[in-house]
């Protein structure tokens, strides 16, 4: 298993520019989501996904879109790149939504990030 | 004001030492804590999971969680060099929404 892997590993996007995050993992995890880290900030939740054609807003969605079209694939589009939006993405996915109170279930794997820089 | 709060250290401690780490929220609704461990320029990975109350011990590794005062920790029994790393703490309610903490540099000098 590759596990969840993201492409691409670093980016320099000019203000105004739109791009799309990839993301895809081969663990038949119906959960998947997007967090970005901020110094000091921690991991802050984008969008998330429970299956395929199901997507919901995290803590800070504004000026990104999700789609989920399979179970294995999460991208994520910026829609016009802000010097705000400089920062380490992870994209992570679990079985399910974790709140089960299992490990199995509960355990987000992590991506090894996109480093985006919007000049 | 953040649901979870962690200070970021940096934490430094001798090698063989106890590390010791905690975070504290604000929300009754988180049922579920965890510690993550990130390693620079890596992504996060689980190292506890813990649902109620009490101790919980992983080989090296103790998660404690104080419901009552809101408050979780964990500790590194015989920490290592290669235990120098960010760990973050995380929790959740019964709904799925999720709270990480800003994450505790530490570092283990040999």
Redesign the interface.
């Known amino acids: 298993n590759a596990g ?1 892997t993201q492409t691409p590993k670093f980016q320099v996007l000019k203000t105004g520019q739109s791009m799309t995050l990839q993301c895809a993992q081969d663990m038949n995890h119906e959960y998947m989501s997007w ?1 970005r880290q901020d110094p ?6 984008i969008h998330y996904s429970v299956g395929a054609g199901i997507t919901d807003q995290g803590e800070v969605p504004n000026g990104y879109n999700v789609s989920r079209s399979t179970t294995e694939d999460f991208p994520l589009r910026l829609l016009s790149a802000a010097p705000s939006q400089t920062s380490v993405y ?1 994209c ?1 996915s679990s079985y399910s ?3 089960s ?1 299992s ?1 199995r279930t ?8 996109t480093r985006l820089t919007v000049l | 004001q953040k649901e979870v709060e962690q200070d970021p250290g940096p934490l430094s401690v001798p090698e063989g030492a106890i590390v010791s780490l905690n975070c504290t929220y604000s929300n009754s609704a988180f049922q579920y804590f965890m510690w993550y461990r990130q390693y620079s320029r890596k992504g996060p990975e689980l190292l506890m999971y813990t649902y109620s109350s009490g101790n919980k011990e992983d080989g090296r590794f103790t998660a404690q969680v104080d419901k009552s005062s809101k408050y979780i920790s964990l500790f590194i029994r015989d920490s290592q060099p290669s235990d120098s790393a960010t760990y973050l703490c995380a929790m959740n309610d019964s709904w799925g929404k999720f709270q990480f903490g800003a994450g505790t540099q530490v570092v283990v000098t040999p």
């Not at chain 1, 000091?40 to 939740?45: D, E, P, S, T």
């Open positions: 969840v967090y000091g900030m921690g991991l802050r939740l992870f992570a939504l974790p709140t109170g490990r509960d355990t987000q794997y992590f991506g090894p990030g």
